[in-house]
C-alpha cells in the first residue's frame, strides 16, 4: 500500500504546472489609432511606433495582466506640419514627455469575449487610473506559432492630462474637441520557453 501512495505521489509531482503565458505584439498586423473632431468633421491619425506585451492566464483571466507602450514622437496624422505642431509643447511635448504608457492593474472578464482590463495610464506626465473595455478576438494556431487578437476602443479626454491648447472661434465653440477616440488593435505571438539547456557530460 505504502508503495502504491509513493507512485501517486510522485505521478502528481510529475504532472506539468499550467504556467502563465507571455504574449509579445506582432507590430507589422497591429495599429494604434486615434480621431478627434476639427471644426465640424473628424480628423484621424495613429501611432507609428508602439509596443505591447500581455501576459495571460487562461484559467483564471483575472491574473492576466497587460502593459503597453506607444511613443508619442511617431504620431502622423498625414500632415507634416500639423504632426509637428502635435509634437510640440502646445499638445504631447514630446522632448519632456516622449511615451505615452499603460500598465494594467486589473482585468475583470465582462461577458463573451469581454474584459474591463483596469490600469494607468501616463500621458503628458499626467497619470490616471482608467478602465479600457478589450474585445478578445480569440486563439489561432498557424505555421509560426499561436496567435491571439485583442481590440480596445475607448475614449480620452484630452484635458484630463493636461492637453489644453486650443482655438476659440469668432463664430462661438472651439476649433477642437476635448474627447479624443481611440482604437488599438493588438495582434499577439504567444512567447514559447526556451528549450532547456543539455546537462553537461560528467567527466570521471
Known sequence: MKFVRNILL???????????????????????????????????????DFDATVVLDRANPAKSSVELTIQATSIDTGSENRDKHLRSADFFDVEKFPAIT??????SPKGKDGFDVTGDLTMHGVT???TLPVTFGGFLKT???????FEVETTLNRKDYGIVWNRAL???GFMLADDVKV???LE??????????AAAPATK
Not at 504556467?19 to 497591429?30: F, M, P, V
Not at 499603460?102 to 482585468?107: E, G, I, M, R, Y
Open 102 to 107: 499603460f500598465k494594467s492593474t486589473s482585468v
Open 188 to 197: 499577439m505571438n504567444r512567447k514559447m520557453p526556451e528549450p532547456a539547456a
Open 183 to 185: 482604437t488599438i488593435n
Open 10 to 48: 510522485a505521478s502528481l509531482v510529475a504532472l506539468p504546472v499550467l504556467a502563465q503565458e507571455t504574449w509579445t505584439l506582432d507590430k507589422g498586423h497591429s495599429s494604434a489609432n486615434f480621431k478627434v473632431r476639427h471644426f465640424t468633421a473628424n480628423t484621424v491619425g495613429q501611432f507609428r
Open 143 to 149: 505555421q509560426r506559432g499561436e496567435k491571439a487578437g
Open 128 to 130: 490616471k487610473r482608467v
Open 170 to 172: 469668432d463664430e462661438g
